[in-house]
């Protein structure tokens, strides 16, 4: 691994794993190739270590001219592929998107790498790797009591945004059985943790209750999620850059799976614990419950076993403490949230979004 190109390196989880890589990996040029969309920013790469090794290129992976000079240019032999659309919500009311970048972006970068590592006879130049990150929702809902997901699991996406991920790791499985490209998957479950957009439920209800701001948690707040620390995660995926085995998919999950109500009763609880008591009580009393998402998936949870076995990888952080690290750095941040608030989409989004809501509760 020397020329690594990481795509979507400005958003949440691309930008913890350049830090990441730029850490534990003292080789490694990274190459972040990012089109900067409304959930991307440079702010998220403010001081990171090592920052000779680190090259920035404003760019769109639906561009196959962008993509084919980056290869070209930067002789990269590892893809890293974060950039997506990754908002459940937006995805309804906007679907588009989500084909053209998720899809039609990761068969455009397959294409860009096929091109620039494959020799005439076929094979592929030594050591070169496209790892492909992608979410567990592409394997639709459990009910109380399944077992949880794993890499066996058929595929069911029920969201405009599970299915263009569906869509996306098919493509890279296509491509690694049809033409032989070295691909490596990794299907995780929801990620928290610093830079995180506050779009996604664990920021939004941190910024909110830190302002007073209602907490709106969607139907009755009991659906389940498999919270996975971001820097977990990120090890997570060097691990199987490192060791996994070309041609697999692993599961990655952080272990953790409380109920939504859990998740930002606890926020409140810290942030109660932590800051000047509020005029209106506990800031649990800002909670309310809003008409549900459509097709709201119940519970996800992913079976680790894998990449436990084979690798050694598993979660490290657990959830109060995860937790806590995250409400910290949003206290200890608010440049980087003033500057996402300044963002011309986002206050407009956050209105649309919750004005499409009824409070039930
Ligand atoms: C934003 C928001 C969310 N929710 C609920 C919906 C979900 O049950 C849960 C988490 O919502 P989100 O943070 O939007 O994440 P979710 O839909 O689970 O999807 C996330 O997790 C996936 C991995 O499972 C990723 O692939 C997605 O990109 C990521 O967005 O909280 C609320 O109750 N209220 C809210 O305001």
Redesign the pocket.
């Known amino acids: 691994m020397q020329n690594v190109l990481v795509t979507g390196g400005a958003g949440f989880i691309g930008s913890n794993f350049i830090r990441y890589l730029l850490n534990h990996d003292n080789a490694a040029h990274i190459v972040n190739l990012d089109a900067l969309t409304y959930a991307g920013t440079l702010e998220n790469l403010r001081n990171l270590p090592d920052e000779g090794r680190h090259t920035f290129i404003q760019g769109d992976i639906t561009d196959p001219d962008t993509l084919a000079a980056v290869f070209t240019d930067h002789a990269i032999d590892t893809v890293v592929h974060f950039a997506a659309e990754?908002?459940?919500?937006r995805s309804i009311t906007g679907p588009q998107r989500f084909i053209q970048t998720n899809v039609v972006g990761t068969m455009n970068l397959l294409d860009a790498a096929r091109q620039a590592w494959q020799k005439p006879d076929g094979a592929y130049a030594s050591g070169v790797r496209f790892h492909h990150i992608s979410?567990?929702?592409v394997f639709g809902a459990l009910a109380a009591g399944e077992p949880a997901f794993d890499e066996q699991t058929s595929y069911a996406p029920r969201s405009p945004?599970a299915a263009s991920?569906a869509a996306s790791d098919h493509l890279v499985r296509a491509y690694f059985h049809s033409f032989g490209l070295p691909v490596t998957i990794t299907n995780?479950?929801?990620?928290y943790g610093p830079h995180q957009f506050p779009?996604?439920?664990?920021p939004?209800m941190i910024l909110n209750a830190v302002e007073g701001k209602p907490l709106?948690?969607?139907g009755d707040?009991q659906?389940i999620?498999d919270w996975l620390y971001v820097e977990d995660h990120c090890e997570a995926i060097y691990c199987v850059l490192e060791k996994g085995a070309v041609g697999e998919t692993y599961g990655v999950g952080g272990e953790n799976q409380p109920t939504?109500q859990t998740i930002v009763e606890t926020i409140c609880d810290i942030l109660d614990e932590w800051l000047p008591k509020a005029s209106f009580g506990s800031r649990r009393s800002l909670i309310h419950y809003v008409s549900d998402?459509p097709g709201?998936?119940r519970r996800?949870a992913m079976n680790i076993e894998k990449i436990r076995k084979e690798l050694g990888w598993q979660p490290s952080e657990d959830l109060d403490s995860g937790l806590r690290k995250t409400i910290a750095w949003y206290l200890e941040n608010s440049a980087w949230i003033e500057s996402i608030r300044a963002k011309p989409d986002f206050q407009a989004w956050m209105e649309e979004n919750y004005g499409r809501r009824s409070v039930l509760a």
């Open positions: 990754t908002h459940v919500d979410t567990d929702e945004y991920k995780c479950s929801n990620n779009e996604k439920l664990i939004l709106p948690l969607y707040g659906q999620r939504n998402r709201h998936d996800y």
